[in-house]
């Protein structure tokens, strides 16, 4: 089975453009998380959706947003980009599970370069 | 909130050295704990996990016991090898947010031949 596919993989934009980064999660899976993952540091959580639903959003601003489709794959939008916006954005996907069974799979990552 | 905090990196090694990486946490609640690593130009693979306290992960000769009472959670491995040259991240599921994971600041291994 295909794990966690994002794309695309890499991606260069320039200040103030507008983003849409796409995932596919584990077929069965029905969550989708969203982290942002800056050189250096560990990822940060930005959303998840379950069932086509928010169930979570960190601190992160209103510029960034996400949506799941009825097949659970989901797209992250980033408007008004900013240079600090450059990461690695992870997608992982979940069965939904709540509780210690309900491990995340990432992807491999898009990386985002704002110049 | 929910907070991870690792050992400071990078760690160097010689290929067959015992190694440590120190993990504690703050978090509600009974949070689930786990490693994640990530090698190179590549997105996060679940290495090893344990749910409630005194539990043992373990995976790839790697090992790590969720110590409450310490809020630690500290990964270990008897003899490294080269190919686990990696970054290796502690994280954590709190029992309020099931689905989110709190990571650490990672840990940069490099092992030597």
């Known amino acids: 089975d295909a794990g966690v596919t994002q794309s695309p993989t890499h991606l260069i934009k320039t200040r103030g453009q507008h983003v849409t980064l796409r995932c596919s999660p584990i077929?069965?899976?029905?969550?989708v998380s969203w982290y942002q993952q800056v050189l250096g540091q560990g990822p940060q959580f930005i959303f998840q959706?379950?069932?086509?639903?928010?169930?979570g959003r960190g601190n992160f601003p209103d510029r960034f947003s996400a949506r799941q489709f009825p097949n659970y794959s989901s797209e992250l939008n980033v408007n008004a980009l900013l240079l600090g916006d450059s990461a690695l954005y992870l997608c992982?996907?979940?069965?939904?599970?709540?509780?210690?069974?309900?491990?995340?799979?990432f992807g491999a990552g898009t990386r985002l370069s704002v110049l | 909130g929910d907070s991870v905090t690792q050992m400071e990196g990078p760690v160097t090694l010689s290929e067959e050295a015992f190694l440590t990486i120190n993990c504690t946490y703050t978090?509600?609640?009974?949070?689930?704990l786990f490693w994640y690593v990530q090698y190179p130009g590549e997105g996060l693979q679940l290495l090893l996990k344990?749910?409630?306290?005194?539990d043992k992960g373990s995976n790839k000769g790697f090992e790590a016991t969720y110590r409450k009472e310490t809020t630690s959670f500290h990964l270990e491995k008897g003899s490294v090898q080269v190919s686990d040259s990696a970054v290796y991240f502690c994280?954590?599921?709190?029992?309020?947010?099931?689905?989110?994971?709190?990571f650490g600041s990672g840990t940069q291994l490099t092992v030597l031949p």
């Open positions: 978090a509600t609640g009974y949070p689930s």
């Open positions: 994280a954590l599921t709190s029992s309020g947010s099931a689905r989110q994971l709190t």
């Open positions: 992982a996907s979940s069965s939904g599970l709540a509780g210690g069974q309900n491990i995340q799979y």
């Open positions: 959706y379950y069932e086509k639903e928010e169930r």
């Open positions: 077929s069965g899976h029905k969550s």
């Open positions: 344990a749910t409630k306290a005194d």
